[in-house]
């Protein structure tokens, strides 16, 4: 069965430093996304993207972040300057057709936890 | 010290009972519901969905109710088993839109 692969499960790193977050999407799926989940907190979106462009982004997604399809396959995120609240999961999904349409299931992956000592 | 956000609602069941787990959303704009659940250490996986122009939706063992007109949203899990142990979220979303809006969760806990 397809499924949306992440890496790395889990990074741990210094305030402050770049991290990428990487994610290989379902391989017919066209429409990708990024959300988060804090420790015990309920999933929140980040932001989605199709046809090499941000669709929407919430207001966490702010100048520290972005995102990336550097090739056919990755769909990455990179967050420039991290800070001790990015600590999260951060779970890339994917989907074949945008929200709200017949085939619009979102597919997660597993997450990368993300550790900002 | 106290753990902020880690009070989840908590359904506690013993195998072979139903259980109905209740969500509460919060946009009257949505018109597409869906349940997640997910175990630990995973990411949410897609259980049922239901369209804003039905009321309920059945899967296998599963079946959604939708009430537009207090915003709510259940789900029932029939013969439930240990397996069915997780978190489940409902997120609400809107046509046209990719955002998915998660509701805070509830743990479903199921002994044998």
């Known amino acids: 069965e397809p499924e949306v692969t992440q890496t790395p499960s889990h990074q741990v790193t210094q305030m402050g430093q770049e991290v990428i977050l990487r994610c290989v999407p379902i391989?017919?799926?066209?429409?990708f996304y990024w959300y988060r989940q804090i420790l015990g907190q309920k999933v929140e979106f980040l932001v989605s993207?199709?046809?090499?462009?941000?669709?929407?982004k919430s207001e966490i997604f702010d100048d520290q972040f972005s995102v990336e399809r550097p090739d056919g396959s990755n769909f990455t995120l990179k967050i420039r300057s991290t800070k001790l609240e990015d600590s999260a999961m951060y779970f890339c999904a994917s989907s074949e057709a945008p929200r709200g349409a017949n085939t619009g299931e979102l597919f997660f992956g597993e997450g990368s936890r993300l550790t900002v000592l | 010290g106290e753990s902020v956000g880690l009070h989840l609602p908590t359904l506690s069941v013993q195998e072979g009972d139903n259980s109905i787990i209740n969500c509460a959303y919060s946009?009257?704009?949505?018109?597409?519901f869906i349940w997640y659940k997910q175990e630990s250490g995973k990411g949410p996986q897609f259980i049922i969905d239901?369209?804003?122009?039905?009321d309920k939706r059945q899967g296998q063992r599963v079946t959604v109710l939708l009430n537009k007109t207090v915003k709510h949203l259940s789900l029932q899990i029939a013969a439930t088993q240990p397996g069915d142990s997780a978190v489940y979220f409902c997120a609400e979303s809107k046509s046209g839109y990719s955002t998915l809006t998660f509701g805070k969760g509830t743990m479903l806990l199921v002994s044998p």
């Open positions: 946009n009257s704009a949505s018109d597409y």
């Open positions: 993207f199709y046809n090499n462009e941000i669709s929407e």
């Open positions: 239901i369209r804003s122009n039905m």
């Open positions: 391989s017919n799926h066209l429409y």
